[in-house]
């Protein structure tokens, strides 16, 4: 895709684990603005084999950080999150959903972790974050020759129509942002699809 796109980067965050908010146990803690852990939210004195909360773990087709390939889930994020179960002695218990699934299911149940995600003022309060695993860049892309140039979001806004992931943090930065030319997707692959088409602008 490096020939048929151009990218406009909207700002640079950290891609982390989360977890929702009622759990039984653990070791979290808050961040300083590097996203370096700095204290722990809880005194942990149990030893991994005490631990007895089983946690369904979620992620989605995110390549590189986590992904399928022959079967088994794979991907940078994915080892860091297979390490950390190890630790614990948790099962290795990774699901694939799309990502607008798992979301609404970690906001809706207790004890779903979902990974990897953008920490944001947006979802701060929402959920325990872990982290980081990975830095990221959120990005535009525009088609190649379509002569579309984006040098703010105030540009952004002037196109006919934007291509975004459901319930993915760009979307909800956004909607927060007052963009109405939003047009989601629960299959990100769909929008990479209509962008080369030339259905959406960005």
């Known amino acids: ?23 039984a146990g ?19 004195e149990k030893s991994p084999d005490e631990y007895h909360t089983t946690f369904r773990i979620l992620t989605e087709e995110f390549p590189p950080y986590n992904y399928t390939e022959a079967g088994k889930i794979d991907g940078i994020s994915t080892e860091i999150v297979r390490e950390i179960l190890k630790d614990i002695n948790h099962p290795d218990n990774l699901e694939v959903l799309p990502w607008a699934q798992g979301y609404d299911l970690l906001q809706k149940e207790d004890n ?25 860049n959120t990005t535009f892309f525009a088609k190649k020759g379509s002569g579309i140039s984006i040098s703010s979001l105030d540009d952004a806004k002037k196109v006919k129509s934007i291509g975004v992931y459901k319930n993915d943090f760009g979307e909800l930065l956004l909607k927060k942002r007052g963009f109405e030319n939003l047009d989601p997707e629960i299959d990100n692959y769909l929008n990479v ?10």
Do not use: H
């Open 1 to 23: 895709m490096k020939f048929l796109l151009k990218n406009y980067r909207i700002q640079f965050l950290f891609l982390f684990l989360i977890i929702i908010a009622s759990f």
């Open 26 to 44: 653990g070791c979290f803690g808050t961040t300083d603005e590097k996203g370096t852990v700095i204290e722990t939210a809880q005194s942990v």
């Open 112 to 136: 779903i972790i979902l990974f990897s995600t953008t920490r944001s003022s947006i979802r701060e309060d929402l959920f325990k974050w872990v982290g980081p695993l990975v830095p990221n």
């Open 193 to 202: 699809k209509k962008l080369v088409e030339g259905k959406i602008d960005l």
